[in-house]
Structures are given as C-alpha cells and as structure tokens.
C-alpha cells in the first residue's frame, strides 16, 4: 500500500471516529469555548449595582486573593490580558531593551511580542518532546556554547547581549520539567519566569503552575480554561515584585489625596472590576472544570488509541495536567495526514487546527537568536488540537458510577 | 485685608456655597461616577448568554458601528483602554521610535505614555487659556523656531529627530481651537493625532471630537461620560488607517482557516465582548447624559457667579463641550487657596482635585524637549475639578417646565 493510501486511510479512520464521537453532522464543535455554569451572572448584576465597574472595586481584590490562594503564591496582580501580564512580570525581573529571553518557539505568539514591547530579542531554543515545554538539556548544551558568565549576568558571546531570562511555557497545559530547568537557570544565574498562560490549575507534582518561577503570567482570554473576557495575572511571592507589577499597572501613580504624581513610564493595565466580577465566579468553577477535561482527556486516550499512527498526548508523570487543549500526534510516517485531517474535520464542523506556527517562521521573529529546533519543526509538522471544552465530558460520557475515577 | 485674610475669606465662601449644594455633611460626593440607568444588565446577561465574552462577538461590532456613527466617522476599533487607543493611533500614523510628539505638558499622563510606548519622545508644547488645549500660536512660534522641513519631513533641528505628530488634547470635554491647529499643522506637514479620551459627545462647531484629526482616540475608563469597564476605541476616516489599527489590535494575525501566522510585532488590544455591552447599552444614554451634564455646568455657573475671585470654566464659542469635568479657577491674585480649598472639599466629603501635574515637572519626562510653558505652569496653580457626575444635575436641579433650555 503506497503511503498516500495509507494517509488517506488513516483520514478516513480519524473522521469516522470522530463521526461516532460528534455524530455524524454536528454543527459544529468549538476548540475551546467557556462554560458560565456558576455565579457570573449573580456577580456581574452586583458588581453593576455597585456602581464600581472600572480599575477599583472588591472584585478585582477578591479575584487577586483567590487566584493567589489557588495558584499557591502569595500575591497576584490582575490585568487585562495574558500578554500584558507576561510583559510586566519580564518587566520586574529586570528584562529591558536589547536584552534577550530564552523562550520556546513552540508557543503562541504573544510570548514573544511581550519581550519585543519590552525592547528585549526573543532567542529560542528547543522543546522537549514528552512535555512539549523547553527542553532542559537542550537548554544547558545551548547556554554552555554560547555563554560567557560575569559576575553573575550571562552575556551571549555572539551577540554581546545579557541574557534575562528564561521564560518556559506550559504548553496546552502540560507542565515543563521545572526541576531541570531550574537546574540549568541557577547553573547560569538566570531566572525563570513562567509563561503559565494555558496552565491554571496545572501542577507540576504538588505545585501549581504559576508558582514555580521568580514571576508567572496566566492569562483569563475567552479560550481558557476559565475567562474574564479578557485578563490576565501576575503570580510571586516577593512582595517587592507584587508592588512593582502593581504600581506599573496602574500607571505608576503614587499615593497622594489628590496629586497626580506619577513617577515612571508605566502602563494603564489594571483588570477592571466587571472583569474581575466574571473571572471569580469562574474561578470558583476551576477545579470541576479541570476534572472534566481531565475525563475528556482520558476519554479521548480511550477513543483512539486502536487507531494505528495517531497518539493522543499524555500528561507525563507526576504531574497533573488541566488538559487546557488536547493534542492528536501523528506519527512521523503519516506526518502528511496532518492537513487532510484538518480539513475533514473543520469542514465537518469539528473545529480543529495545528499547533502555533513556530515563532523563528514567522517574519518578524526570523532573525532573532535560536539553537537548533527539531523537535519543534518535526512536532508542529505531526500535531492537531482537537476539540476541548470541559462541558464536552457530559455531552460525550454519560455519566457513571465510576465518575471519581476521573 | 490682607491676602491670608483675603484668601481665607474666600475659602469659608466656597465651602458655604458647596454646603448650600450638597448638604452640610454629605457621605461622599465622587468627582465622576458612572450611571447604569439604561439597559446595562440586559446586555450583559444578553452578552454572558451567548458565550461570547472575549475578542470575538457581536457586540464588539454593534459598539464599534454605533461609536462610529456618534463620532461621525467611518471606522472604529474598540481596545482595552484609552492608552491603547492612543497608542495604536499614534502607531498607525507612523510614529516611531526616536520621533518626537507635539504635546500639552497640561494632560493625563497617559498622553505621554502611549508615546513612550513606542520609543517616541514627547515633546511639551503650552496651552491656550480659552480652552485648555495646545496654543495655535504658541505651536506655529515654536515650530518656526525649531523646525527644518526637508520634503515634507518637519525636523527638529535641535535633536534632529523627526516631528511625526501634533496631539492636541480636547481638555476636560472642551475641544481645542481645532482650524487654527490644522492651519499650524498643514503648515508644516506634520499629522494631528487627537487625544479625545475626555471629549467624548464634545462638538467643535458640527464636528464630533475624535473625528477631527487623521486619526482620533476615545476612553471608556470608569471616570469618563460613559465607561466599558476599562476600554477604548481608534476613531478615523481612512480604512487603511482603521484596518492597521484592527490588525495591530489583534496580534497582527492573518486570516487563515487554522494557520497561526502572524506578519509583525503587534498587541492583544481587543475589546472583549463583555466590555462592549456595557458599552453599548452607555452609548444608548450619552446624548442624555451630556444634557445632565451640560445643565450641571450651567448650574455652577450660576451657584459661583457671585463669587469674587473664582470663575467657572466655560466652553467657548461655537463648541459643544460635554462639560466632562467641572473646573473651578482661581483668580491668580487668590490662587495659594487653591489648595486650603481642596483640603477644605475632601475633607468634607466632597471629592475634588486640582489639575494633573504637568507632565514635563514628572520625574520621567523632565528631560523632555518642550517650548514655554507660562498657561500651563499657571492654570495649574489654580485650577479645581469638581464634582461633575451626571447623576449630580438630578440631585441638585430640581426638575422644571424650564428643562428643555439644556
């Protein structure tokens, strides 16, 4: 059988599985769409009555208490988006113009653009293919060939640029190998700040994403896996870098009765308080939104492991991912199915897409520093985000009696 | 009498006269407040219902049309807040870094930001005392000064950077001697960029502020005539200019069925879905709301007449101000109770502030290069905003036949 039959063999076998899942015209599947199964509405409607629906009001401050509380840091600033978020934390931990961030280009573009606002050059490196998160020894073999160490600041001997971070990033919600990573960053005398943008709830053995870091970013966009509209959040646990991301999202106002004194160039970032109002009655949603993704996890492990050449991506062990977006792995030989698929399934109604176009592809991020990037290249030419929202786990599994096992 | 008499005199008079307003012992009187008294709830149980919260929706769109048709332009982009706004505005006129920005030094902070942002460097120019905004003649005598025009590139010959806009800044509602800018502008090629963050529903003779300039920004924050939350919008006539600001909004992402390509360094700037409800419903209201308004100011202007030493601020003529914030000016010879004033106000519960520190006395903008600046230095040292919500004009006028003369 030559291997353009196997391909389309393969289609075929996906989208009749698919078919049985969905049925056979479903109108159509999101990739990932919110669920409002708690309080929003209660909270939104009080907030209004408050009277309080722009950068102050309780709200925002219950939202940063129990984002800080389930993300086991202690202190969160909430913002209005991931990106923003990103940005300040790399602010705080000292990454300024014509620095450079260690991140993957297996990620979404706002990754990068966050380092770019800052004036800092995105420098990529390669991604581990069992978490699809940096790869730690690609990390160390990279920073050992181009790092000269002074004093404590690493400066990349090729461009003569000190290097401010590494920024991991916990891909569809899978947790990197914090341990390892981490390893390397002290080797080198860099701090890590966590790109935690699809990972609330994750846990990298017993601690939260978002935490594991000097400072994490999460983000509340519509597509994860809870939303305030839009948001985002600064995670620490130095207070000194809490009042900085603070006081650089609230336009560096300094406290007066009524000056207006302002005493750096700062941003106009607070996350509004009707935000706020919506990403608390979510977050109180949080963790039965994990277990049921978590089950639609399992269900889809289930559903097509029969199918030769496809894999469905597993959580590595020991930690627990919150399975933001499930990923369909094609096997190398069958690499070419990828966009097929894609089309059958989308013009089926089933939303699917690949994995982010590597970032060093894209036009203005192509001359910026990389290591070598196989694992990227090859895993973005193989992948398929499938299908992903937790309320998917009722309409797909009836429920059992063996519903704790998930 | 001598002047700490005079001054203490008329300290005791205002206080009397707010006494005679609000009350003796009024719990707090906000210096602006929203009003949800339209369909804010509906729209936003409507907007929580349809899942579509975030970046994507239909009342993003219905916001944007509506906002355009107020502003009597053709395109808008709504965005996170005003800075953004700006920023953007100022982006898609091809400002850039090391450029130099003709600005009020008398203006929010975020003027100079949204500059900054993009490397330019603001550069202070002084107001004209009829309305609060840059000085047509002050402007032409400092360009004439200052500036080498090489095809139609005006240069700053003391920095040798590029002038690349004018943004003049309508404040406080009160729209800028706009023709007579033009006229300075035209003249030396340079684009104006409006700063209409406060001028929302302000007329300069027919025209909408915000649809004066190339390209024009408005601000939904919390203290503005109506408010998204937090929020924003790009206002212009040139679809180029309005589909770069939408792309740039949107992190430059190009259509594509599934693919992520992204074209160049850009912005998670959207408005979410949640936040253009409640703007919509506002919307709605803002006619309404500039009459109350509008009847406040004529109320101040009646309950302070009387008094020596003190003028209410007025529009000037020809325009429509929406009368955003109510200022109170001193005369200079009593200016030093400017501030036993403010203490004597806040004290008492009613909310009320004195101008924004000029920007070119902040700490990160000293530095800046700026023309003189006399207005600006003095309408500082005398000026009061206060109390200018709305909802004031009900509490404070009781309804008459006579309402329709606002």
Redesign the interface.
């Given at each position: 059988m030559s291997l353009a039959n196997s391909n389309q063999e393969l289609v075929l076998e996906v989208a009749d599985r698919f078919r049985s899942v969905f049925g056979s015209t479903p109108d159509s599947v999101a990739l990932h769409?919110?669920d409002?199964d708690g309080r929003?509405?209660e909270l939104?409607?009080d907030c209004?009555?408050s009277?309080?629906?722009?950068?102050?009001g309780r709200y925002v401050t219950e939202f940063e208490t129990e984002l800080a509380r389930v993300c086991g840091v202690k202190y969160a600033v909430a913002v209005?988006?991931?990106?923003?978020a990103l940005e300040l934390a790399l602010h705080v931990a000292n990454v300024g113009a014509d620095s450079e961030v260690l991140m993957p280009s297996f990620t979404?573009?706002?990754t990068?653009?966050a380092a770019?606002?800052l004036?800092a050059i995105p420098h990529f490196v390669d991604i581990d293919p069992d978490n699809m998160g940096l790869n730690p020894d690609a990390l160390r073999g990279h920073l050992e060939s181009i790092v000269d160490s002074k004093r404590g600041v690493a400066l990349n001997r090729r461009s003569g640029r000190r290097i401010a971070a590494i920024v991991p990033m916990h891909t569809f919600g899978h947790p990197v190998d914090f341990d390892r990573l981490q390893a390397v960053a002290e080797e080198f005398d860099i701090p890590i700040i966590e790109d935690a943008a699809e990972s609330l709830g994750s846990k990298y053995f017993e601690k939260p994403c978002g935490s594991l870091g000097m400072v994490g970013a999460v983000s509340f966009?519509?597509?994860k896996i809870i939303?305030t509209?839009?948001g985002g959040a600064v995670l620490t646990n130095q207070e000194s870098l809490a009042q900085k991301a603070k006081h650089l999202s609230t336009?560096a106002?300094l406290p007066h009765?009524?000056?207006?004194?302002?005493?750096?160039?700062?941003?106009?970032y607070?996350?509004?308080?009707?935000?706020a109002a919506?990403g608390l009655a979510q977050l109180e949603r949080l963790e039965h939104r994990i277990r049921e993704k978590r089950a639609l996890a399992t269900f889809y492990l289930d559903t097509f492991k029969s199918i030769d050449g496809i894999t469905i991506f597993k959580e590595a062990k020991g930690v627990r991912s919150n399975y933001w977006l499930n990923a369909m792995i094609l096997d190398q030989e069958v690499a070419n199915a990828r966009d097929p698929i894609?089309t059958m399934l989308?013009d089926s109604g089933i939303l699917?897409?690949?994995s982010?176009?590597p970032l060093h592809t894209?036009?203005?991020y192509r001359e910026c520093p990389r290591a070598e990037l196989p694992v990227t290249n090859d895993l973005h030419s193989r992948l398929i985000n499938i299908p992903s929202s937790a309320s998917l786990r009722a309409k797909l599994i009836p429920r059992t009696e063996n519903d704790r096992r998930y």
């Open positions: 769409e919110p409002f929003e509405a939104l409607i209004l009555n009277g309080y629906v722009s950068s102050v209005v988006n991931g990106t923003a979404f573009v706002a990068a653009n770019r606002h004036g966009n519509g597509n939303t509209g839009g336009t106002k009765r009524w000056e207006f004194i302002h005493d750096q160039v700062a941003y106009n607070r996350m509004p308080n009707l935000n919506l894609l989308n699917a897409r690949p982010w176009k894209l036009a203005m």
